[in-house]
């Protein structure tokens, strides 16, 4: 059933288009001089067979190009080879770099990643996950815009395995984090092993579990340092906006009285801090270093001078959970659990030390 499959759509393949017809199952058959069904064997590895007659047909089917039909492996494997993405994420920060992650991970598989990106609301969810549903997607993996939000456990479709990058999710689920406490932490380490020692924490909305674990990784490295804060966190939105805004309120007032260093919650917040003191007449680092977190590239290169950053290390994240999903899908006893993955620091010009 699968070989007649895959003839026919050898067949529509080669219709009209003037081009030379996609070998099928039945050409590597001939090629090998071996049977339909041996061949078949050969390329699924099953049943039993010669290693010989095995290799000569893989040999002949690499020669050709050889790419088994979608419908045939599906009737072969009993599986579509299919993966669904479910992110409220639809500009794409965060998911785009961990998908590359699941991409990679999936490459010798050919699986293909059917991804719905649209905010969580309960009746676009039920229908993005019956359009998964509808394919018979071989695993979920759901991702979003921050760890401490995900999707109503009762929503997920029941039956096939489903892996959480960068969102909340159930205890005993199989999830994928990044450090934001160390990586707050590694930030502002740096910033003090630069010999700054009054070093300000600007973030985004306390409201956010992300920002609350920056702002202790910050506090930890200061007081490992004997350090006192300067001053409270400064919550506000993850923006440009706000780095500009807060920038006057920690540096309008004489030199001793201002910080001379500041972490920032994200990127962007550091980019808008970075403008403002240039307008100011400040020089960063001489007068302040600044450290972001992220490693955005949009931002984090693109700021004068460049921003010493946290990366995340979102396609590992990525990479991490299309190994943990490919696992699953074959079947493999894993323990389920949260799985933190460390932040990177990435060194640039704002800190006052060259990479």
Request: aromatic share 6%.
């Amino acid at each position: 059933m699968a070989d007649r499959d895959e003839e026919r759509d050898g067949r529509r393949g080669s219709r009209d288009t003037g081009a030379s017809p996609r070998p099928t199952i039945r050409t590597i058959a001939e090629r090998a001089q071996v049977s339909i069904a041996t061949a078949s064997r050969a390329l699924n590895d099953t049943g039993r067979i010669g290693e010989e007659t095995r290799k000569r047909v893989r040999k002949v089917a690499q020669e050709l190009s050889y790419r088994p039909s979608s419908t045939a492996r599906a009737l072969v494997h009993r599986r579509t080879f299919t993966l669904g993405l479910l992110t409220n994420d639809r500009y794409g920060r965060f998911t785009l770099p961990m998908l590359a992650g699941v991409s990679e991970a999936l490459a010798d598989e050919d699986v293909s990643i059917f991804l719905c990106a649209e905010e969580y609301g309960p009746d676009r969810l039920r229908a993005n996950i019956a359009a998964m549903d509808a394919r018979g997607v071989d695993g979920l993996v759901v991702t979003g815009k921050r760890i401490d939000k995900g999707v109503p456990a009762e929503l997920l479709p029941q039956g096939i395995p489903v892996v959480f990058v960068h969102s909340a999710a159930a205890l005993g689920a199989h999830r994928f984090i990044g450090d934001d406490e160390g990586g707050a932490h590694a930030a502002t380490s740096h910033l003090a092993a630069c010999g700054r020692r009054r070093i300000a924490h600007v973030s985004g909305p306390a409201t956010f579990l992300a920002a609350r674990l920056r702002a202790d990784g910050w506090r930890r490295a200061l007081e490992e340092r004997g350090l006192a804060p300067f001053g409270d966190a400064l919550h506000g939105t993850w923006t440009e906006a706000h780095g500009f805004e807060v920038a006057r309120h920690l540096f309008d007032r004489p030199r001793s009285e201002r910080p001379d260093a500041v972490f920032c919650g994200n990127d962007q917040i550091a980019r808008g801090l970075i403008d403002s003191l240039a307008l100011m007449g400040l020089d960063v680092p001489d007068d302040a270093a600044v450290a972001g977190f992220d490693n955005w590239d949009v931002f984090a290169e693109a700021t004068r001078p460049p921003l010493t950053t946290i990366d995340p290390q979102l396609k590992t994240l990525g990479r991490a959970a299309g190994m943990r999903m490919l696992d699953l899908i074959n079947g493999k006893r894993v323990d389920p659990g949260t799985v933190s993955i460390p932040g990177v620091l990435v060194k640039r010009r704002s800190c006052g030390l060259e990479p």
